[in-house]
């Protein structure tokens, strides 16, 4: 399929006339044709007054038409075949099998979603009948199901082109909570995007959908970005990436004369706490395993694990003396963008000359442009207490090790750590139990995912996941990014006092005809 450069405003395109973007190709420095023309606020207010006129007739489709038109996306997607394979190889370094895993992953997700949606996941129906009798009073007939907020902005990752993208994690459960998407194409890959788009787009047409479902917009985040969250239309937010851009979006959308939720997913360090008695069993089982989380992908995941916790010791200096050996024998990796390289050279530049921290190992270098070379630290955790700077995530394969004096001072490392997306603990038989229950009760309030005896890396897309976490890690720690649940971010609940029945939506009638599980006088019912 061609790629145009245009921005696609529902089913019509448009050459953006605000300048000029190219996308890079990360691995040579090469600028890819076409130029994509960036929008302006012109283009913003035509996309969001497409998702306003759309909202209503999309908001009553039928789950079985909104499952379909998922399921369409996801065939769309795959038809673009090899096209989009080596549009999003080139345009971030990464190679083909991690594509093509990613691009299974992205119409997984979207399948996930047809699902919830068929299944009535997310309208939490549940009805309080009448009390007529009550006394002193009566009770009314409240009923309560959930209603999607309206249109929602969803800035794509760098990070993930496919699964966390135009048609990725944000979009597939705004689109499946019964929300239009207006998608603002992160400018590293705006090629990968439009074909993307035009799978959406081509859905939307395959479904007979308002045109206003979808559009996707090519701009710097500072007017598209901004001007989307600012837009009275948008309803909600989904965004992954820097908490600087984050939190300047969750700002500007506090600061609306409606205000509106942001669910950014910004920064996480990902500690891993490696318990006495296990590092001592297998130092070197331990250190392979976390080198190779470590390196994934240049360490370019939101899960990468930047914190290393454990008592200082014999077994701890074995870790470490394999660590670097396989460090210092490691080749450096293409990353995303000259962008984020620069500030991967410069964060571990930031961490090694800080106050108490030394370099434990550096992989080999590369005269290839945009490299990362894995890079491994030690600090005692005294100073790393001391420093609130070495709790940052530098992103990309960098890792600090935290000395820890006993195993009480690994529980204050715990008690000291910001929010984060995950937090690992490796634990045999042989543990003190009461040093792991401590730990899971302090982990289990710093991160959305509590692992034992594992990597971060690699996010199950399932029912039960929870990718979020408290601040920094995201900007609202009730919810997920990845997984189902993610759907409940852009729906909130409605109570419906006394409507006669024929004005009451499917999902919360007397015949229960959706055939839904609901709460029913406090009781989960079938009937
Ligand atoms: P980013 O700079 O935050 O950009 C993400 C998106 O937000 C882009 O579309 C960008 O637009 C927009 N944006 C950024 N700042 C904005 C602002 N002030 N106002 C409005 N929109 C704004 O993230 P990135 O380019 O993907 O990577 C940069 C850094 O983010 C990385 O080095 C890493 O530290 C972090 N990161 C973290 C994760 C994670 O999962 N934890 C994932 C990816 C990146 P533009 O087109 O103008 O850039």
């Known amino acids: 399929m061609k790629i145009t450069g245009n921005m696609l405003l529902g089913q019509s395109e448009q050459l953006g006339q605000y300048g000029e973007i190219f996308a890079i190709n990360p691995a040579t420095g090469e ?5 994509f023309g960036s929008g302006n606020q012109q283009q913003v207010t035509a996309a969001c007054a497409l998702a306003e006129d759309a909202f209503q007739s999309y908001r009553s489709t039928s789950a079985e038409q909104r499952a379909a038109f998922l399921e369409q996306i996801a065939v769309n997607i795959l038809d673009l075949g090899d096209d989009l394979v080596e549009r999003a190889m080139a345009e971030t370094g990464l190679p083909r099998a991690r594509i093509e895993g990613e691009r299974g992953r992205t119409m997984g997700q979207l399948r996930l979603f047809a699902g919830v949606v068929r299944a009535g996941q997310g ?61 603002k194409a992160h400018s590293a890959h705006p090629g990968t995007s439009e074909l ?28 598209i970005g901004t001007g989307l969250v600012s837009d009275p239309r948008i309803k909600a937010v989904g965004f992954t990436g820097s908490q600087a851009g984050g939190t300047a979006l969750m700002k500007i959308a506090f600061e609306r004369p409606e205000p509106i939720p942001v669910y950014a997913e910004m920064s996480s360090a990902n500690p891993m706490f490696l318990l006495p008695a296990t590092l001592a069993a297998n130092p070197t089982a331990l250190a392979a395993g976390f080198c190779g989380s470590l390196q994934m992908g240049a360490g370019q995941f939101c899960t990468n694990p930047g914190l290393i916790v454990a008592v200082d010791g014999a077994p701890l200096q074995q870790f470490i003396d394999e660590c670097t050996g396989l460090l210092s024998q490691s080749p450096s990796q293409t990353m995303l963008t000259p962008g984020i390289q620069q500030a991967y050279v410069s964060g571990a530049e ?16 590369s005269d290839a442009p945009n490299q990362c070379q894995a890079t491994l630290f030690a600090t005692s955790a005294e100073a790393f207490i001391a420093d609130k700077r070495l709790t940052e995530e530098v992103f990309g394969s960098c890792s600090l090790v935290i000395r820890c004096q006993d195993e009480a001072q690994m529980l204050k490392v715990a008690k000291h750590l910001e929010g984060q997306l995950t937090a690992s603990i490796h634990c045999n ?41 408290p601040y920094p890690a995201t900007s609202d720690s009730r919810s997920t990014s990845v997984g189902a649940a993610a759907i409940q971010r852009f729906m909130r609940p409605v109570c419906y006092q ?29 009937a």
């Open 31 to 35: 600028q890819l044709p076409p130029a």
């Open 123 to 183: 309208l939490d129906p549940r009805i309080d009948p009448a009390m007529p009798e009550r006394q002193p009073l009566p009770r009314s007939d409240l009923r309560q199901r959930h209603v999607p907020l309206g249109p929602v902005a969803v800035f794509g990752a760098s990070n993930f082109p496919l699964a966390f993208s135009v048609a990725g994690g944000d979009t597939a459960s705004a689109l499946a909570a019964g929300a239009p998407v207006v998608v």
């Open 196 to 223: 993307v788009g035009r799978a959406i787009q081509l859905a939307v047409k395959q479904c007979d959908l308002h045109q206003g479902v979808f559009s996707l917009l090519y701009g710097s985040g500072r007017m």
């Open 350 to 365: 930031r961490l090694g000359q800080s106050t108490g921290v030394e370099q434990l190992a550096k992989g080999l270098c």
């Open 429 to 469: 038989d042989n543990e003190n139990e009461d040093l792991v229950r401590n730990l899971i009760s302090v982990l289990e309030l710093k991160a959305g995912r509590v692992l034992f005896n594992g990597y971060p890396t690699g996010v199950e897309v399932c029912h039960a996941m929870v990718h979020g976490g």
């Open 498 to 526: 006394d409507v006669p029945e024929k004005y009451l939506p499917a999902e919360i009638d007397s015949a229960n005809s959706r055939g839904l599980t609901r709460l029913v006088d406090g009781v989960l019912s079938n």
